[in-house]
């Protein structure tokens, strides 16, 4: 079938049925038409199916022949719909007149929408959809019926029995038909309809099965007339739908219920897992196992606590959204279980994020006491190893009974050489010292090899000892052997007063040269820079000691020679030589270099860490105030004081996505604090915000904004459910916030009365009207907190304001399903409920135990009155 003739088909098959509809109303005034096209031209067949369908008298109608008189007729008529509130689009008097039969069939098809579609009403919906849902509610027990749509779903005819057979099961036996005859089906539904229900034939069989997309407007037309047919047993459906939207409240609440006390199981299962973990303190106690810590708690921190704040703003916003539904339909709050409330999350929630902060604490703090340790442990090894290297053969030394056998000159030469070493030994002293400090500081911080360290200092101390006494024993030998010892060689002895502490000044200064250290602060590396260059001025008096103890071993080395003293050479009161100065002088001279460059990589790494503070603080001191100004915004529109309700959501909405989208620069704050604490940086005095603020802040911008969304929504769900104007909201919150001074959310019971009182509720001054004030305040304050919130103000004003659902309200339904009797059966409910919903009231009704009680009798008062009251439902 090409295009033309298809549509051909559709305005014949229009035709038909508004031919059809037209006769079933003017048949009641005693006329009808015959051609719909030229028919309706004069307008008084027109004027006569509007009074008919409207019950309303037009005024009277031209009855002359002439052109003008047929176009005032229908101008009559079209003026007559268009008071009924019904647009015509392009629809004039001159086509219908002139036989237009596009714009005719267009005119019936708006009067047929106006009177006969119009005010078919389901559940607020469109008259398209709800005479849709009407249908497939009716139909919806049949086998091989599914209605879609008004074209399709009723071309086999099932839809049509189902519809008659619904409401007169004795015209149609419905199990005799079959999906395989539609033209059988459509028939039987026709002739009965038209036989037994008075609607007439308004569509063909053979047109209707033979059409592949048969015509909407027709189909409407005919199922419009079953609808108003049948419109008598609407009372029973309005019952039964007050009572499935009870039932469905009522499941609903029992799911966010279920969801609410999984969501919270998990919740406090989880902080009870991570507690024992932020609470442990056990180390291995070395700087490489508190790191690792230190990247595991940065690890939970990003990937698992976040998805544990969503969980609790979830859980809190779904349990505000139950108690304000459970307010809103008449049920009684919901309690949660024992150690699942919300105040039990909240205090678990803080215990936790109290326990990271001590945690995290503890691992900086750990971690700055180990860095010192292994510093002081490497000191101590140096200085360790250096005084061995020094004490090493010295005892073997002080036994040796060499004096005995030497000269005069000899053993005059020891012993001066003897108080040399004396000397060099009290200069040792202060050095002993240092090695016993740094053991007492490493066991007083509990160095994990004190062990070692205290044996090696004990060995140290011990050995000391022995030197000082073996020191004193020689001594005491040189001086009883002093009176034969005579002749000093002066060059020697001056040698060795000048070589022994400019060699201790040479050790000491290697060993300052070489020690390790360890800063945070641009000001102490600078202070070491600066004593390293006090130090390096001090090398020019330095190479001056240097040269005169040369030439003292060269003003020797000359008298040797002149004179020719065999073994004058070696000088009897030192063993330190021209070479050994030589030797460490020069070290000294390559480790002022090497000394300068270390000082400059740790300027450098301090000018790197100056760098990540600023660095930090530009972006923390953006960021910081950024989330207070969101918080003060967040804040301002929840006082309700800016706009609709839906524009405050829609507000709120907005920051919710820029917050999200403002989440970058949090995670690039991470990564530079994680640079930070990286680099052993513990303190930034270029920003008061610390990563740890920021991050709370964080976390609380986001909880305010989900729980302002959710408080918004439960008052559009209260302001819509309970048929409260937005003036009257508005209303409710402007008089609110006057009396909220201080904008904390609440009322105390004062301000609370004269919030009433601007609200034009009369409360007595007399003591009646204190009583009726006290009960009011029992309603809105149950807990006696002494404040009272806008969620149970706006509660009881709403309730003051509109009416609900009652358990009585709800008996008179379910006493209509019943036909008046005590009892309901359970067929019944089946048949005039929902499948889900109507088991759901046969498992939870009790057996009726009155008089006249049949067999499967279910009590359906006390069932509704359970519904409202303190049970199990």
Not at 158 to 175: E, M, Q
Not at 702 to 711: A, K, M, Q, V
Not at 797 to 816: C, G, K, N
């Amino acid at each position: 079938m090409n295009l033309l003739n298809f549509l051909v088909f559709l305005i014949f098959f229009s035709l038909q049925t508004f031919t059809a509809w037209c006769n079933s109303h003017l048949r009641k005034a005693g006329t009808s038409i015959d051609n719909i096209e030229e028919d309706f031209r004069n307008g008084l067949k027109l004027m006569l199916l509007l009074e008919v369908i409207s019950g309303e008298t037009l005024p009277k109608p031209d009855r002359g022949k002439m052109r003008f008189h047929k176009i005032a007729n229908v101008n009559k008529a079209l003026d007559f719909i268009a008071s009924k509130g019904v647009h015509l689009v392009s629809i004039g008097a001159e086509e219908i007149v002139d036989g237009n039969l596009k714009m005719t069939l267009g005119m019936i098809w708006t009067i047929i929408l106006r009177f006969a579609i119009q005010d078919i009403s389901v559940e607020e919906m469109t008259a398209k959809e709800g005479l849709l849902l009407w249908c497939q509610r009716k139909t919806a027990p049949y086998k091989n019926v599914n209605v879609q749509n008004f074209h399709l779903s009723f071309k086999d005819g099932l839809a049509f029995c189902a519809l008659i057979h619904r409401h007169r099961p004795d015209l149609i036996d419905y199990s005799k038909l079959s999906k395989d005859n539609p033209l059988e089906n459509l028939n039987t539904a026709f002739d009965v309809a038209e036989k037994y229900l008075d609607i007439p034939r308004m569509l063909d069989p053979d047109d209707l099965q033979n059409t592949a997309l048969p015509d909407e407007r027709a189909v409407m037309t005919y199922v419009s007339s079953y609808y108003h047919c049948f419109s008598g047993a609407q009372k029973a459906e309005t019952a039964a739908n007050r009572i499935c939207k009870v039932l469905k409240v009522n499941q609903e609440n029992e799911r966010l219920m279920e969801e609410y006390e999984r969501l919270a199981s998990d919740l406090l299962e989880w902080i009870r897992r991570t507690m024992p973990w932020l609470n442990s303190r056990q180390a291995d106690n070395s700087l490489a196992g508190v790191q690792k810590k230190l990247e595991e708690y940065r690890t939970y921190r990003r990937k698992h606590k976040p998805p544990r704040v969503e969980q609790k703003a979830k859980l809190e916003t779904n349990f505000n959204t139950l108690q304000t539904k459970l307010r809103l339909s008449n049920r009684p709050a919901y309690l949660p279980t024992e150690g699942k409330t919300v105040a039990d999350i909240a205090n678990a929630w803080k215990g936790l994020e109290l326990a990271e902060k001590a945690f995290e604490d503890w691992l900086l703090a750990e971690t700055m006491r180990l860095e010192r340790l292994e510093h002081l442990a490497q000191k101590f090894k140096h200085k360790a190893d250096a005084h061995e290297d020094w004490t090493r053969g010295k005892e073997e030394m002080l036994q040796s009974q060499d004096f005995r056998q030497c000269k005069l000159n000899e053993l005059k030469a020891l012993k001066k050489k003897h108080e040399a070493f004396e000397s060099d030994l009290a200069a040792h002293q202060d050095r002993v010292e240092q090695i016993a400090a740094i053991a007492q500081e490493l066991n007083t911080l509990e160095y994990h090899d004190c062990i070692s360290v205290n044996a090696r200092c004990q060995r140290i101390c011990d050995q000391w000892d022995r030197l000082g006494a073996l020191t004193q024993r020689r001594r005491t030998a040189l001086d009883e052997a002093e009176r034969i010892l005579e002749k000093i060689d002066i060059l020697h002895l001056e040698f060795a007063k000048r070589a022994a502490p400019f060699n201790n000044w040479l050790d000491g200064t290697r060993e300052d040269l070489v020690d390790m250290f360890i800063v945070h602060t641009m000001e102490e590396i600078q202070g070491l820079i600066q004593a390293h260059d006090q130090f390096k001025a001090t090398l020019g008096e330095a190479d001056k000691e240097f040269n005169l103890i040369v030439n003292l071993v060269r003003e020797v080395e000359s008298i040797v020679k002149q004179h020719q003293i065999p073994g004058g050479l070696e000088n009897p009161y030192t063993t330190l030589t021209a070479s050994d100065m030589t030797r460490k002088w020069s070290d000294v001279r390559q480790l002022v270099p090497q000394r300068d460059q270390t000082l400059a990589n740790e300027l450098r790494k301090q000018q790197n860490n100056e760098m990540l503070r600023r660095q930090f603080a530009e972006k923390a001191n953006v960021v910081g105030p950024w989330i207070e100004r969101q918080m003060d915004a967040v804040t301002a529109i929840g006082m309700g004081l800016q706009g609709s309700l839906e524009d405050q959501l829609h507000r709120l909405k907005e920051y919710e996505q820029a917050v999200y989208a403002y989440k970058p620069n949090i995670e690039e704050l991470e990564k530079i604090h994680q640079a930070v604490q990286e680099s052993m940086i513990f303190e930034n005095r270029y920003t008061n915000y610390t990563m740890e603020t920021l991050r709370v802040g964080w976390e609380q911008l986001l909880t305010s904004i989900n729980r302002n969304i959710n408080e918004v929504e439960n008052q559009i769900l209260t302001r819509d459910s309970k048929g409260i104007s937005q003036e009257q909201l508005n209303e409710f919150r402007s008089s609110f916030n006057h009396f909220d001074k201080n904008r904390t959310g609440r009322l105390t019971p004062e301000e609370f009365k004269s919030c009433l009182v601007s609200l034009g509720y009369s409360i007595g001054k007399d003591r009646q009207g204190e009583m009726d004030f006290q009960r009011i305040l029992a309603v809105v304050d149950p807990n006696s907190t002494g404040y009272v919130h806008f969620d149970a103000f706006l509660d009881f004003m709403t309730r003051e304001s509109t009416d609900t659902d009652t358990a009585e309200q709800v008996i008179d339904s379910f006493r209509i399903l019943a036909a008046d009797k005590p009892y309901i059966l359970p067929d019944e409910l089946r048949r005039e409920l929902p499948p889900d919903q109507a088991e759901y009231c046969i498992q939870r009704m009790p057996p009726y135990k009155g008089p006249n009680a049949v067999p499967g009798a279910l009590d359906y008062m006390s069932f509704s009155t359970a519904l409202y009251g303190e049970t199990d439902l």
